[in-house]
């Protein structure tokens, strides 16, 4: 499929060092992850072999099959990707789909908010969500999962979602071919709805302007408590991925609605 080699493509533009050992490996096998993302953040990632659509008989049934809370609460970042591949559907029900029951929903909520309640549970969920079939066409964020970002801890998620912008922004300039463009856009997208979600949060606008600030070379210079740390945080980050004039003009104009 035309659109998945795309991802395939972008996905291997951003693989780092760390990770590119374990994509190859994921990449032979049938069963584990066709695609990987930097640091787990804001990259194309299917699950080959994961039921999809077709294959789901009733929503309760796949309730029955999902992973246990203690699951999503203490796997590591490559358990958290299969898990984050089966709540999703459940999140963007279609039409023809059994509609969850209140008790249902409460559960899938608890589960949700346990996965994004730590960094590997975060960074495995959004690996696969931000570049999913569901969160590329729908508007909006589904209720239980903007109810379950809301409810994480800001300090841990905000960077996190920050990334999520950042990265897919950065890499629609760095590529060439309008495809690799257009999934990274589109990707950048999804990362500022979720971003959205906690539009006007306090670590929201600390991060989003010391981004800012990095992004037009500036250092120091904010008064605010920790202020200076933030910065210097989004700098090592800047430098680590090699951002030039280009990508930072186009994340300085990105995260500046949230300034």
């Not at 994961?50 to 789901?56: A, K, S």
């Not at 796949?62 to 203490?74: F, I, K, M, Y």
């Not at 984050?84 to 929903?105: F, K, M, R, V, Y």
């Not at 379950?148 to 979602?161: I, W």
């Amino acid at each position: 499929m035309k659109y998945s080699r795309t991802l395939s493509l972008t996905l291997a533009s951003m693989l780092t060092r760390h990770h590119a050992s374990a994509f190859m490996m994921a990449s032979r096998s049938p069963t584990t992850v066709s695609k990987l993302s930097v640091n787990g953040v804001v990259t194309p990632l299917l699950l080959r072999g994961c039921p999809t659509r077709r294959h789901i008989v009733s929503q309760s049934h796949v309730l029955s099959a999902l992973p246990t809370a203690n699951d999503v609460s203490s796997d590591d970042f490559m358990k958290q990707l299969g898990h984050a591949s089966q709540i999703i559907p459940l999140l963007h029900p279609q039409d023809g789909d059994e509609l969850l029951t209140e008790d249902e929903s409460a559960s899938l909520l608890e589960l949700l908010s346990r996965q994004l309640g730590h960094s590997d549970g975060i960074r495995g969920f959004f690996a696969v969500y931000l570049t999913s079939p569901e969160s590329l066409v729908d508007e909006d964020v589904p209720s239980l999962l903007a109810d379950a970002v809301r409810s994480a801890d800001t300090k841990v998620m905000v960077p996190l979602a920050c990334m999520n912008v950042i990265m897919p922004t950065a890499m629609s300039s760095v590529h060439k071919d309008a495809e690799l463009i257009e999934s990274a856009s589109k990707t950048a997208s999804s990362g500022k709805k979720i971003l959205r979600l906690l539009k006007g949060n306090e670590d929201v606008v600390r991060n989003c302007k010391a981004i800012s600030r990095v992004c037009q070379g500036a250092e120091g210079g904010l008064t605010e408590n920790g202020a200076e740390d933030l910065i210097e945080y989004w700098e090592r980050f800047f430098v680590n991925y090699k951002y030039e004039e280009q990508q930072r003009s186009d994340i300085a104009l990105a995260v500046s609605e949230f300034c």
